[in-house]
């Protein structure tokens, strides 16, 4: 299978940041993600004007931000990497869990303890986006 790269707009939301203030609403704090609208963040207030986007919810489990996979799944390929049931819906982490067991993540080797390759979005990015790089040359 030939590596797809990921899209655009898959870097910045790996960066977002749910302590950062909405800049319309100061009082709450940015943790949904427009896909549509290049890169926006958005809080439940501005959420509206967005209905008929492309929208991730982020929210933190375990200390760190997560998406649900039902909403990412449309967008993304999330083969190959683990999935954590939050109160009953399952999620995906953007960044490395940092949280060390058995088996190894491959990008990170952060271990798990599952023979699933990546622990987050990101890993698996990385390692196909330095697969795809050397394949390049």
């Excluded at 909405?22 to 926006?40: A, M, P, Q, T």
């Amino acid at each position: 299978m030939d590596f797809v790269p990921p899209p655009l707009w898959l870097e910045k939301l790996l960066k977002f940041d749910l302590k950062e203030r909405c800049h319309v609403y100061s009082v709450c704090i940015d943790n949904y993600y427009c896909i549509d609208c290049k890169c926006n963040r958005l809080c439940y207030r501005c959420d509206h004007d967005h209905i008929n986007h492309n929208t991730l919810l982020i929210f933190k489990y375990d200390g760190q931000s997560v998406v649900l996979v039902s909403e990412v799944a449309e967008y993304i390929n999330i083969s190959n990497i683990i999935f954590e049931d939050c109160d009953g819906d399952k999620v995906l982490f953007l960044e490395s869990k940092g949280n060390p067991s058995v088996s190894r993540c491959e990008a990170c080797s952060i271990s798990d303890g599952l023979p699933i390759k990546f622990c987050s979005i990101a890993c698996k990015f990385k390692i196909y986006s330095i697969n795809f790089t050397e394949k390049s040359k």
